[in-house]
C-alpha cells in the first residue's frame, strides 16, 4: 500500500512559479507521476520518474517549463512549474504505480493523492 500527500499548490500569477509536493508513505518502490485536471477536461499527464529517479519523462507540453524530481531520503517527490500560463491552472494529482518503466497512461497508475490545486491569473 501507499499513501500519497500532495501540497504546494497555490494562486500565482501568470509568469510565477510554484513547487509541488508529494509525500509518500507505506511502500515506495514505484515508478511516480504527475498529472492535472482542469473542469471539463480529462486528466492530463504531466511528468513521471522512476523510483532510483534515474530517469524522467515530460510531454512537450510542459518540457522546459516543469521539472520532476524525487528525492528518496525523504519519500518525496517535486514538481517545479515555472513561467506558468493560465492554461495550467488545474488540481494537480501525484500517484505511483508498481511499474519499473515510465508510464503515461492514468490507468497505470494505482495510488492518487487527493489533488492540489494550482490557479494562474493572468
Known amino acids: 500500500q501507499v499513501q500519497l500527500v500532495e501540497s504546494g499548490g497555490g494562486l500565482v500569477q501568470a509568469g510565477g512559479s510554484l513547487r509541488l509536493s508529494c509525500a509518500a508513505s507505506?511502500?515506495?518502490?514505484?515508478?511516480m507521476a504527475w498529472f492535472r485536471q482542469a473542469p471539463g477536461k480529462e486528466r492530463e499527464f504531466v511528468a513521471a520518474?522512476?523510483?532510483?529517479?534515474?530517469?524522467?519523462y515530460l510531454p512537450d507540453s510542459v518540457k522546459g517549463r516543469f521539472t520532476i524530481s524525487r528525492d528518496m531520503a525523504k519519500n518525496m517527490i517535486h514538481l517545479q512549474v515555472n513561467s506558468l500560463k493560465p492554461e495550467d491552472t488545474a488540481v494537480y494529482y501525484c500517484?505511483?504505480?508498481?511499474?519499473?518503466?515510465?508510464?503515461?497512461?492514468?490507468?497505470?497508475?494505482?495510488?492518487w493523492g487527493q489533488g492540489t490545486q494550482v490557479t494562474v491569473s493572468s
Open positions: 500517484a505511483a504505480t508498481p511499474a519499473a518503466t515510465l508510464q503515461r497512461g492514468a490507468d497505470n497508475y494505482d495510488y
Open positions: 520518474i522512476t523510483w532510483r529517479g534515474d530517469n524522467a
Open positions: 507505506g511502500q515506495t518502490l514505484y515508478t
